[in-house]
T-cell receptor, first 108, second 115 residues
Framework: GIQVEQSPPDLILQEGANSTLRCNFS?????LQWFHQNPWGQLINLFY???GTKQNGRLSATTVATERYSLLYISSSQTTDSGVYFC??????????FGPGTSLSVIP | DTGVSQDPRHKITKRGQNVTFRCDPI?????LYWYRQTLGQGPEFLTY????????KSRLLSDRFSAERPKGSFSTLEIQRTEQGDSAMYLC?????????????FGQGTRLTVV
């Protein structure tokens, strides 16, 4: 089956810093989503981005489907950005497969 | 409709007991998914429905697990004869779409603890 990798596994940032999270996948996908899981376990949709670039405030994402990767950019990080960021892909079998996540801690 | 709703939010049960969780998807979403997440891991796919039809089941879904979506709206996930290894967060998601290009939305999950 398809493999989804995320890097880095853990990240500690000073408030105000920028960061880039990466998601690599081993096969063609039909769509890709980025989620933020908050400390209470809720998965919050950040981007639905099968290809191209999207921006939402301090966050933006780029997916290059032909090269099988996606990037999530966080600018001017805030403590509320802390949590786990998951990349999830959907294959032709319509199953959403999650990566292992990047755990982000933003310190004041 | 404010999103995917799951009930209960927390469940503590003794080993060997049966438990049932409920998921109410976003109205008119035809697809519904169940996932399991253990501490420090990403969510793992369990099963998915398109309307009332259960189209795929993971090998993780042993014969103690059963899921239904009788009228193509809400879904239930039952675990029989619970084991300590079943302790996890159970997540439900829904999406709208006929093809594979559809965005999934998740509920807040049901956290199961088997003692």
């Amino acid at each position: 089956g398809i493999q989804v990798e995320q890097s880095p596994p853990d990240l500690i940032l000073q408030e105000g810093a920028n960061s880039t999270l990466r998601c690599n996948f081993s096969d063609s996908v039909n769509n890709l989503q980025w989620f933020h899981q908050n400390p209470w376990g809720q998965l919050i949709n950040l981007f639905y981005i099968p290809s191209g670039t999207k921006q939402n405030g301090r966050l933006s994402a780029t997916t290059v489907a032909t090269e099988r990767y996606s990037l999530l950019y966080i600018s001017s990080s805030q403590t509320t950005d802390s949590g786990v960021y998951f990349c999830a892909v959907k294959t032709s079998y319509d199953k959403v497969i999650f990566g292992p996540g990047t755990s982000l801690s933003v310190i004041p | 409709d404010t999103g995917v709703s799951q009930d209960p939010r927390h469940k503590i049960t003794k080993r060997g007991q049966n438990v049932t969780f409920r998921c109410d998807p976003i109205s008119e979403h035809n697809r519904l998914y169940w996932y399991r997440q253990t501490l420090g891991q990403g969510p793992e796919f369990l099963t998915y429905f398109q309307n009332e039809a259960q189209l795929e089941k993971s090998r993780l879904l042993s014969d103690r697990f059963s899921a239904e979506r009788p009228k193509g709206s809400f879904s239930t996930l039952e675990i029989q004869r619970t084991e300590q290894g079943d302790s996890a967060m159970y997540l439900c998601a829904s999406s709208l779409g006929e093809g594979t290009m559809s965005e999934a939305f998740f509920g807040q999950g049901t956290r199961l603890t088997v003692v």
